[in-house]
């Protein structure tokens, strides 16, 4: 047996013993799929300085680089769109575009997608191609198509598929648009994570057929949602747990701040929740569906410190002050957003604070609806 043959079954063993790898045919694709060919092209470490985050290449002929691919840990593969870490030398610091997702993630994602033999998956973000690679050996190449918005990050998954004897159909486009001319799929799933789900996924998607996808906001708190699609084209579904995060498909990630308001402006007023509320995963969920379109920052201004939520397409902000433990906000725009987060928050408690795998969702023609069970 090889060394990554062992490192194979290393991580398989461990994943079962997490409950994460829970039936044999995952199972076998695990210790059959060498992760390390998905990663030939380096990994990028973070560097916690203090201060911005920093990362450094980590290439294939670093110590225990071969080990480092089997550990069940998120590998950033690319940063700020474009830059592989072929690329330079040093640090970088720039936010990460793409990545190797966890192990224990991408297979805990692919038996809760329910995939049966002879079933057709659409996947959306082929990544470096690893759970693409998971998904032939379950199914065969000709069942599973896989869509990448990056050319350059396809071409790399291509070729690493390659080297291990996979042949899936990999689509270079926009995965928000899905790939209609394999349509319909019984199962779709999403390696990228998305504010509202695209129409166009429940469109190719049989009815009775599954969507697997992170839906979340611009606050990031997101969660794995499971949706079933029906006859009349809608789809619904339950959150499932876990306090899953992805880096947002490009098309769907927040627009850039611009020119901030004049915070001094706008009707203030006492707070009755504070901003630090925001810093509990399950409490900035439910903000975030009072105001899914607003960014949060922290900026030190005048000698205090603000919690700042600004809605850019809106033009809606609040900005927030602790003094000595007495929060004050300030409102302006068309939207009083802490007003709407105080109101959506309060009734959540009041409900008793389910958790977020009590929550569900239905897509229509309307919309996007997400609500909780009390």
């Known amino acids: 047996m090889s060394d990554d043959q062992e490192l194979r079954r290393i991580l398989a063993a461990q994943l079962s013993a997490g409950q994460h790898l829970r039936t044999p045919p995952w199972r076998a694709a695990v210790e059959a799929v060498p992760r390390h060919e998905f990663l030939r092209g380096g990994f990028f470490d973070r560097i916690d300085t203090g201060g911005p985050t920093a990362w450094t290449p980590v290439m294939p002929d670093a110590p225990l680089w071969i080990e480092r691919c089997y550990e069940d840990e998120s590998l950033v593969t690319q940063i700020a769109g474009t830059i592989a870490p072929r690329d330079i030398r040093g640090e970088i610091m720039r936010s990460p575009t793409s990545s190797s997702t966890m192990p224990s993630l991408v297979v805990r994602m692919l038996e809760d997608l329910g995939v049966e033999d002879g079933q057709r998956v659409m996947e959306i973000g082929t990544g470096t191609g690893y759970s693409t690679a998971l998904m032939c050996h379950r199914l065969g190449d000709d069942l599973v198509t896989t869509v990448e918005v990056d050319e350059e990050v396809s071409g790399r998954a291509g070729a690493a598929l390659g080297t291990c004897g996979y042949a899936p159909h990999r689509i270079v486009g926009d995965g928000l648009d899905g790939h209609k001319d394999g349509a319909p799929y019984d199962r779709v799933i999403a390696t990228c994570g998305i504010v509202s789900l695209p129409s166009a996924w429940i469109e190719q998607t049989r009815p009775g057929g599954l969507i697997l996808a992170t839906l979340g906001g611009w606050m990031y708190s997101s969660e794995l949602a499971r949706l079933t699609v029906h006859d009349d084209g809608t789809s619904s579904g339950r959150f499932l747990g876990g306090r899953i995060s992805f880096m947002l498909a490009r098309p769907q990630a927040p627009p850039p701040l611009g020119l901030l308001p004049d915070l001094d402006q706008g009707e203030e007023r006492a707070a009755a929740l504070g901003a630090d509320e925001l810093d509990d995963w399950d409490t900035r969920f439910v903000a975030q569906l009072a105001a899914p379109r607003a960014q949060r920052i922290t900026l030190d201004r005048d000698g205090r410190t603000e919690q700042v939520l600004i809605d850019v397409e809106a033009g809606s902000w ?39 795998d009590r929550f569900e969702i239905t897509v229509t023609s309307d919309g996007q609806t997400i609500t909780w069970q009390s």
């Open 318 to 356: 609040a900005a927030l002050t602790d003094e000595d433990g007495r929060w004050t906000v300030r409102q302006d725009g068309p939207a009083r957003l802490w007003d709407d987060i105080e109101d959506h928050v309060t009734g959540w408690r009041n409900d008793g604070a389910p958790g977020l």
